[in-house]
């Protein structure tokens, strides 16, 4: 367990739908990073919090949308969902600024048919 | 930010030391070198991270020359389960930092 926790772990859902990701960093972290991994591809980088607010964006489609709360803890949303939105969707936590250890979360697996 | 630029696949034979290379030619004097390790359908793991000339700790070694415009990670007697994806990553560690990953390099490490 890296202490990084994301929910669900496995999501089937169809086109055009919406869906939410979750994140809880690891305690005492205050940064929250999201990428995306599609089949055999590498990791895209999408967003990143700092203490509840974006601090760097990457690809991330408009379609897609996140937020930090009071709590840290973090949520992705991708809305009007096609085919190629599935992946599989890592959360990481990092604790302090001055180290790129990034602590990542098991995943969630998004399936869209 | 510093592009990375690593190969696209390695093979090996259990029982061999494996060193992976990593360019990063427009590396930033403030920017760390960090490595990490994916299995299959499984987050990135930390593996080691340094600044300059060579860091070690138990499971692998980064060799960073004096430029720092590439850097090496060493692997010592690799097993069957060091099979994995390893990617090299630069930032500066500030609060806003992209953490892009390149493509990484695959390592196959056969019987």
């Known amino acids: 367990d890296s202490g990084v926790t994301q929910t669900p772990k496995h999501l089937i859902t169809a086109t055009g739908q919406r869906v939410t990701l979750r994140c809880s960093p690891r305690?005492?972290?205050?940064?929250v990073y999201w990428y995306q991994q599609s089949l055999d591809q590498g990791l895209q980088f999408l967003i990143q919090y700092y203490n509840g607010e974006e601090r760097a964006k990457g690809n991330i489609l408009e379609r897609f949308s996140a937020q930090q709360f009071p709590d840290l803890h973090s949520e992705l949303n991708l809305s009007s969902l096609e085919l190629g939105d599935s992946a599989l969707y890592f959360c990481?936590?990092?604790?302090?600024?001055?180290?790129?250890?990034?602590?990542f979360g098991a995943g969630s697996r998004l399936t869209v048919l | 930010l510093a592009k990375t630029t690593q190969p696209i696949s390695m093979d090996s034979y259990e029982g061999q030391e494996v060193n992976i290379t990593c360019s990063h030619n427009n590396i930033a004097t403030n920017d760390y070198i960090t490595w990490y390790q994916q299995f299959p359908s499984q987050g990135p793991r930390f593996i080691i991270q340094g600044y300059k000339t060579k860091v070690t700790n138990e499971v692998a070694s980064l060799f960073i020359p004096a430029d720092r415009k590439s850097s090496t990670l060493s692997l010592p007697r690799v097993s069957l389960s060091d099979t994995a994806v390893y990617y090299c990553l630069v930032g500066d560690g500030g609060a806003t930092n992209k953490l892009i990953f390149g493509t990484g390099t695959l390592l196959a490490v056969q019987p």
């Open positions: 990481a936590s990092r604790r302090t600024p001055g180290a790129n250890v990034l602590t």
């Open positions: 305690s005492g972290d205050l940064s």
